[in-house]
């Protein structure tokens, strides 16, 4: 069975816009406290396989038997063999199989693309996003007077309920078909 020893996953150059559903960009009023777009996408792609704009993604694995990529889409660009002989990572050719890649027993390193610059995000992922972004906005907005949570129980209540952004928000509902590779991977 292949182990997955190592994920390295890189930031994207830009993260997706969130508009509200008017049309206008979220977070622009100068009243309200601004919420980064990476925040919501980071949180957003920790719960699910699929991945938006590009960026690099390298994995360290061991074999043999078959692997799938964890991240979708992905686009193979090298792959490596250990060869602990010569102690160097060799180059190799990774066999395709019906889910993946059919790896040998060794160690291998596989570099590429996860993400796709010119797909559209899928409706349910940038609702997702949107209500995310919202949910935080609103806590933001309730902790911007730094004087109206000076009480211990009321800045844990806030925490709380900020660590539970994606349940209370109603996001992770949406993304819960994309939680696992496969689910809505070919969607």
Do not use: C
Not at 163 to 169: H, Y
């Amino acid at each position: 069975m292949t182990r997955l020893l190592e994920m390295d996953e890189g930031e994207p150059n830009a993260w997706p816009e969130i508009v509200d559903r008017m049309g206008a960009l979220l977070g622009r009023d100068p009243n309200d406290p601004a919420v980064e777009m990476a925040a919501v996408w980071r949180r957003i792609e920790a719960w699910v396989s699929w991945r938006g704009p590009a960026r690099s993604a390298a994995f360290t694995l061991e074999g043999p038997g078959e692997w799938r990529p964890p991240l979708h889409p992905f686009a193979l660009l090298q792959a490596f063999r250990w060869d602990a002989t010569s102690r160097i990572w060799m180059e190799t050719t990774l066999p395709a199989a019906p889910l993946g890649y059919e790896l040998d027993d060794g160690r291998w390193l596989v570099t590429g693309t996860a993400g796709n610059d010119d797909a559209p995000v899928p409706a349910e992922i940038y609702e997702a996003a949107q209500r995310l972004e919202e949910y935080m906005r609103g806590i933001a907005n309730k902790n911007k007077d730094s004087f109206a949570y000076t009480e211990l129980y009321q800045s844990r209540r806030a925490a709380r309920y900020a660590a539970r952004a994606l349940e209370l928000s109603g996001a992770a509902d949406l993304l819960r078909p994309w939680r696992k590779l496969g689910a809505r991977a070919g969607a």
